[in-house]
């Protein structure tokens, strides 16, 4: 658990879990910056292993924050969600011919960071004028095509340049029969 002075941040963590780190990189990307029960909802629908044990993380991130600093679960962001590399653990696999198969057993340590939400409004646009012509507008001038002539007169009107022909095509056969002969 970790308190900053700024704005103030929970922490959870899970170590040594079996599972590869990459498997839940993925799953962490879905929650970060999401409110906690939209992070929860995410969770609960995804299909991978990686995100139970990430609902784990997040359960006790909130209960931390709720038990020791007094804050609403709810009322909580997904500041930070890693998932970092933890020990491999090496194993050996019998293989033909006295040979062995390593086998690489990974951990990982899970981090999920929880911070309070802010409520900050969305600065006003500033309406532009001219932006976009308005029908009035655009009905207004339509373009005229009367300089370009259209394609198909245009081929009518020129006379076709002589196409030379194509020669023949003789097989094999009747080249050896020609020059046999």
Partial sequence: MAVSE???????????VRMSARKGRV????????????????????QRAAAREIEKVLASAV??????????????????????????????????????ARIKKRTCHITVTLAQAEIVEAPAKPKRAA????????????????????VA????????????PKPKRVSRRKKTEEAES
Avoid: C, Y
Wanted: hydrophobic share 35%.
């Fill in 6 to 16: 700024q704005q103030q941040t929970v922490r959870a963590q899970a170590k040594w």
């Fill in 27 to 46: 799953v962490a990307e879905h929650i970060r910056g999401r409110s906690v029960p939209e992070a929860r909802a995410v969770l609960a629908f995804t």
């Fill in 63 to 100: 209960a931390n924050a709720e038990a020791n600093h007094g804050l609403s679960g709810d009322d909580l962001v997904v500041h930070a969600a890693v998932v970092d590399e933890g020990p491999t653990m090496k194993r050996w696999r019998a293989r033909a011919r006295g040979r062995v």
């Fill in 131 to 150: 932006a976009k012509p308005t029908t009035d507008q655009s009905k207004a001038a339509p373009k005229e095509k009367s300089a370009e002539k259209p």
């Fill in 153 to 164: 007169e245009a081929t009518t009107d020129e006379p076709k340049a002589e196409e030379k």
